[in-house]
């Protein structure tokens, strides 16, 4: 079974930091670009972050300097390091894979564009307030 699940949400104060994680079962993740996205009450999806099957990294510009997104292989997971967090940021963050790629197929890039990706976690609650 195919599987992402996020963990490490919760509410923090602005300013806070939380870290968030986006575990893979059934399948390998490095295989795949891995994207973060989130949705706000009566706002549409959109893409925050990226991590490439080639190792590269992306960001909405709203999030530059702030987040930072990484990938343990050994643990199959990628996280996603939020800091300087501001009420804007609240919202169902979710993670999601495009692929696989392999071989010359691997791409030194990736794209936070939500139709492209085709699996799904959960999504997990992060709300930043005082």
């Known amino acids: 079974q195919l599987q992402l699940v996020e963990s490490g949400g919760g509410l923090v104060q602005p300013g806070g930091s939380l870290r968030l994680s986006c575990e893979a079962s059934?399948?390998?993740?490095?295989?795949?670009?891995i994207g973060w996205f989130r949705q706000a009450p009566g706002k549409e999806r959109e893409g925050v972050s990226c991590?490439?099957?080639?190792?590269?990294?992306n960001y909405v510009d709203s999030v530059k300097g702030r987040f930072a997104i990484s990938r343990d292989n050994s643990k199959n997971t990628v996280y996603l390091q939020m800091n300087s967090l501001k009420p804007e940021d609240t919202g169902i963050y979710y993670c999601?894979?495009?692929?696989?790629?392999?071989?010359?197929?691997?791409?030194?890039?990736?794209?936070?564009?939500?139709?492209?990706?085709?699996?799904w976690g959960q999504g997990i609650q992060v709300t930043v307030s005082s």
């Open positions: 999601a894979a495009l692929g696989p790629f392999f071989g010359t197929h691997v791409r030194a890039w990736c794209v936070t564009e939500a139709r492209t990706y085709s699996k």
């Open positions: 059934g399948f390998t993740l490095h295989n795949y670009d």
């Open positions: 991590f490439g099957s080639g190792g590269g990294t």
